[in-house]
């Protein structure tokens, strides 16, 4: 079964512009991960937050996190066509012992 | 290093045949896991080891699935026999600590059962 669930499932944006996504679970977690996958290629690892904290940087990304409200976002700012991939967010819980991920929102960057 | 590498990247075969996919994982990592990613039911894990021990095979679909891990540098996920619905991309990945760690995945080995 799915833990996290991203919205939406579908972004188009213009270059430059700022790609918000979201990520809502169920249970609470030990940490939160983002990973992006470029068409036909592997998963690639973004970002990893965990439960005591409340927002990460890294370059153009910023991810939050809210235990409360049990979601986290994706912020990409300036946006490039390379950055057309779909994004997923995946979570560990506390009384689990896998990684479980998203169906994943596709974001397409237009040039 | 070369990151997780994964043999063959694509695979085509008839149905009833035996299918087995290999993977290397990053030298010095403890822990992998196959993957299964298709549109209908998304990334799934299927098996994980830690120091070539399985620990969780609950993401195996039946017994015509079956993983092994000889030695730390490499491991195989066996189907036999295959069938269509077994069609998919398969991903092996790799982490350092244990499953609440930043996982780092291969290219996949994409199958399609006729």
């Known amino acids: 079964s799915q833990q996290g669930e991203e919205d939406p499932q579908a972004l188009s944006i213009q270059e430059g512009e700022n790609a918000t996504m979201n990520c809502s679970y169920k249970?609470?977690?030990?940490?939160l991960q983002w990973y992006r996958q470029n068409s036909g290629r592997g998963l690639v690892h973004l970002i990893l937050i965990r439960s005591n904290e409340r927002e990460k940087h890294s370059g153009r990304l910023r991810v939050t996190l809210d235990t409360s409200k049990k979601s986290s976002s994706l912020l990409i700012t300036a946006s490039r066509a390379a950055d057309t991939a779909s994004y997923f967010c995946a979570t560990v819980e506390t009384s689990g012992s896998r990684l479980t991920f998203g169906e994943g929102t596709q974001l397409t960057v237009n040039p | 290093d070369a990151g997780v590498i994964q043999s063959p990247r694509h695979e085509v075969t008839e149905m009833g045949q035996e299918v087995t996919l290999r993977c290397k994982p990053i030298?010095?990592?403890?822990?992998l896991f196959w993957y299964r990613q298709t549109m209908m039911r998304g990334l799934e894990l299927l098996i994980y080891?830690?120091?070539?021990?399985?620990?969780?095979d609950s993401g195996m679909p039946e017994d015509r699935f079956s993983a092994k891990m000889p030695n730390a540098s490499f491991s195989t996920l066996k189907i036999q026999p295959s069938e269509p619905r077994d069609s998919a991309v398969y991903f092996c990945?790799?982490?350092?600590?244990?499953?609440?760690?930043?996982?780092?995945f291969g290219p996949g080995t994409r199958l399609t059962v006729l």
């Open positions: 080891f830690n120091n070539n021990v399985p620990i969780d």
């Open positions: 990945a790799s982490s350092f600590w244990d499953y609440t760690d930043t996982q780092y």
């Open positions: 030298s010095g990592h403890d822990y």
């Open positions: 249970t609470s977690i030990n940490n």
